[in-house]
């Protein structure tokens, strides 16, 4: 299980990954191995406005359908159009090639409700018990 | 359905541990639903062999002389003209034509049967054989005892033909023969559920993971699990007992009249032949999407703006990179037409099509036109 020490992470496995006012997010390697191979990704078009814990996207896999909640609030900047054609960069590389949308920071005080790689990590392994 | 329930567990449960498979509860059974990727395990049976533990499924054997039984009352099935080594698709049905359970009858001998079930449905399925067999008959449950494997794929009769030998290639489709396997005696069919060429196994579960070494060590054939089984049978278009057909929905509905031989009494005859002369309420139809994005079980079908059906299956196709699925309308509704298939804020537009969605499988391969 992947989990970089630079981010922060959501107990619905998001990640976002700040830079300035800035914070591109994503689903977490935990969550790409959940799904399984994900075949299609309804993401948040640029302009749009997310909030923290609220819908931005969903995930398709062969198996299901499921949504994804926004791990800060603010207005999508820029959105992965690569995965529109190739949704499994998400299942070979979550955190890179497989981000979801840049977005810009509404309220960086939400970061407080965010975990550490440490808590998250111990968040999943308290899972799999 | 509580999934804590004690799940019975198949002989090679500690084999898919080792592989590393992702285990899930299925129609009561601790089953392999992935090994490295459904995507990929489909893929693999398109093109090469899959191999895969179906030892969930249930196995009746019947001694039963058709002249002085009432076998032939219980299925759907011509089971008179069927002849030996043959295998036939069919129904048991409830009074009401409900779907009891969808069954495949062998004919071993001329009084005796092997009938092959559902996982869910089998101790309902004995019981109800049981209750309304009369004459002199045997039947008797040999699940506990009978393992099954199917070997699937256009390469899997040269996969199975070292094991089995050359007389493996004269099988034909829907067809079935023993062949002396490890020791053993056994029943291989050529059937299956992925729309190519295959076989399934019967052998004694002590056996079962003997037998699943043996043909995994051949590099042509990989383990397959029940989450690319359903893929691979809805791209066939074919239905699944307990989502797609049940006790409350008969073969007319299901748009499967064809496996019905109406000669002969059947429990479930009469409703049957009324539904045929009033006409149907609900029929099955077939849809593929126009994008990767996939309608799910219980996604609203919506034509011309009102709602007409549910989906009963669906999923996205790894052979044709679009959504499908299955479900019944209320209306009729012609092959090309729109429908949109919804749940929330989500809404797929598709079209009305002909089953099977995916037209290359190997199965008749090699049959004589």
């Known amino acids: ?129 | 359905m509580n999934e804590n329930l004690i799940l019975a567990e198949t002989p090679l449960v500690n084999k898919h541990k080792e592989l590393g498979a992702k285990l899930a509860p299925f129609g009561g059974w601790l089953m392999p639903i992935q090994y490295s990727g459904i995507i990929e395990e489909h893929n693999w049976v398109r093109q090469n062999a899959g191999l895969f533990d179906i030892c969930h499924m249930g196995e009746f054997m019947i001694q039963a002389d058709l002249a002085k039984s009432n076998l032939g009352n219980l299925v759907t099935i011509d089971l008179d003209g069927m002849p030996f080594g043959a295998c036939r698709y069919g129904f048991m049905l409830n009074e009401q034509a409900g779907i009891i359970d969808d069954l495949l009858v062998y004919r071993i001998a001329a009084s005796e049967w092997m009938v092959v079930v559902n996982a869910a449905t089998t101790d309902g399925d004995f019981a109800h054989l049981k209750k309304h067999l009369t004459g002199a008959t045997t039947l008797k449950n040999v699940s506990q005892s009978l393992g099954k494997l199917d070997l699937q794929g256009p390469l899997s009769a040269d996969v199975l033909e070292e094991l089995a030998g050359p007389g493996i290639r004269q099988l034909r489709y829907y067809t079935f023969g023993y062949f002396k396997l490890l020791g053993e005696k056994i029943i291989i069919s050529r059937t299956g559920y992925t729309g190519e060429l295959g076989y399934e196994l019967y052998m004694p579960n002590n056996k079962i993971p003997q037998l699943w070494d043996k043909l995994l060590s051949d590099k042509r054939a990989r383990p397959i699990g029940l989450g690319a089984r359903d893929t691979l049978r809805l791209e066939m278009g074919y239905s699944l007992y307990g989502q797609d057909i049940d006790k409350n929905i008969t073969p007319l509905e299901a748009g499967l009249g064809h496996f019905i031989y109406l000669d002969k009494e059947f429990i479930g005859k009469a409703s049957l032949l009324k539904q045929k002369q009033n006409g149907v309420s609900r029929r099955m139809i077939y849809f593929a999407a126009d994008s990767r994005r996939s309608p799910r079980h219980n996604y609203r079908i919506v034509y011309k703006g009102r709602e007409a059906g549910a989906v009963t299956s669906g999923s996205f196709s790894p052979s044709l990179g679009i959504g499908i699925g299955m479900g019944y309308v209320k209306d009729k509704i012609a092959l090309g037409e729109q429908v949109t298939l919804s749940e929330n804020s989500v809404s797929i537009n598709a079209k009305v099509t002909e089953k099977p969605f995916y037209k290359n499988g190997s199965a008749k391969s090699g049959e004589i036109k």
């Not at chain 1, 799904?35 to 299609?40: E, M, N, R, S």
């Not at chain 1, 896999?61 to 959105?79: F, M, Q």
């Open chain 1, 1 to 129: 299980m992947i989990i970089p020490d630079n981010l922060f992470y959501t107990k619905d496995h998001e990640w976002a990954r700040l830079a300035g006012d800035k914070a591109t997010i994503g689903i977490t390697d935990f969550a790409q191995s959940a799904l399984g191979d994900i075949t299609f990704i309804d993401l948040p078009k640029p302009g749009a406005k997310v909030e923290q814990s609220k819908w931005c996207a969903t995930v398709e896999s062969v198996k299901a359908a499921s949504d994804v909640y926004a791990p800060l609030s603010g207005e999508v900047l820029k959105a992965n159009t690569d995965l529109t054609n190739h949704p499994e960069l998400v299942n070979k590389s979550a955190y890179d090639a497989g981000w979801f949308a840049v977005i810009k920071i509404a309220d960086l005080e939400e970061k407080s409700k965010l975990m550490n790689s440490v808590q998250y990590k111990e968040y999943v392994q308290g899972l799999s018990k």
